[in-house]
């Protein structure tokens, strides 16, 4: 399943399944990226970033995409699990000492 | 292990009755973050201290005020709560400069009666 972030906050995905988060970014100076991952009444905890200079990271099981041109960042999530249903926000930084959070995004896992 | 500890985990309040919420961290960052989190919404930042340095995001009602006292700990404080200060309130850590992760606690949510 996939989300388009800010226009569709919610996504539902069947237990397996591979899952697909969108966010778009505002800021063009902003160089570095962070996937949250919430859990209901939780801190947010971090999933993984991502440098302006890179296109591609890795992760287990998570990969993160970002394509500068067009301001997008993406969280792929394989073999979706249960304990993957929280709310996901990406988070942007430029400058030194901030850290500005996009809109998030609910991801359900059916089991 | 080294974390971020947010007390208390709840707190009610009254209109326009004082509170402060507390931050404590064992990982010796430099900087310490507010962020208020109201209901499906992102977490918006407040204000951040780079050690003894505040920084007041340009949007953030007076009615928060936030002290440092050490690295270790950090206070918000709202003056005179409104029904609309009613959120969570997570408070985050980082070392400086650019490109570094942030490290939250678990959060405060705070209630308005």
């Known amino acids: 399943g996939e989300s388009v972030g800010l226009h569709l906050p919610t996504l539902s995905v069947q237990e397996g399944d591979n899952s697909i988060i969108n966010c778009a970014y505002s800021n063009s100076a902003s160089d570095y990226f962070i996937w949250y991952k919430q859990e209901s009444g939780k801190g947010p905890q971090f999933i993984i970033d991502i440098r302006s200079n890179m296109d591609k990271r890795q992760g287990q099981r998570v990969t993160v995409l970002l394509n500068k041109t067009v301001k997008h960042l993406s969280l792929q999530i394989a073999a979706t699990q249960p304990g993957d249903s929280a709310v996901y926000f990406c988070a942007e930084n430029h400058g030194a000492n901030n850290l500005f959070f996009g809109t998030g995004t609910r991801l359900t896992v059916i089991p | 292990d080294a974390m971020v500890i947010q007390n208390p985990r709840y707190q009610v309040t009254q209109f326009g009755k004082p509170v402060t919420l507390s931050c404590s961290q064992t990982?010796?960052?430099?900087?310490m973050y507010w962020y208020q989190q109201k209901s499906s919404q992102a977490p918006k930042l407040l204000f951040h201290?780079?050690?003894?340095?505040?920084?007041n995001e340009a949007d953030t009602p007076d009615n928060f005020q936030s002290r440092r006292p050490n690295t270790s700990f950090c206070f918000l404080d709202i003056r005179s709560p409104g029904l609309g200060d009613a959120a969570m309130y997570l408070c985050?850590?980082?070392?400086?400069?650019?490109?570094?992760?942030?490290?939250f606690g678990q959060g405060t949510r705070l209630t308005v009666v």
């Open positions: 990982l010796n960052h430099n900087v």
């Open positions: 201290y780079y050690d003894k340095d505040f920084n």
């Open positions: 985050a850590t980082s070392r400086p400069g650019q490109g570094t992760e942030a490290f």
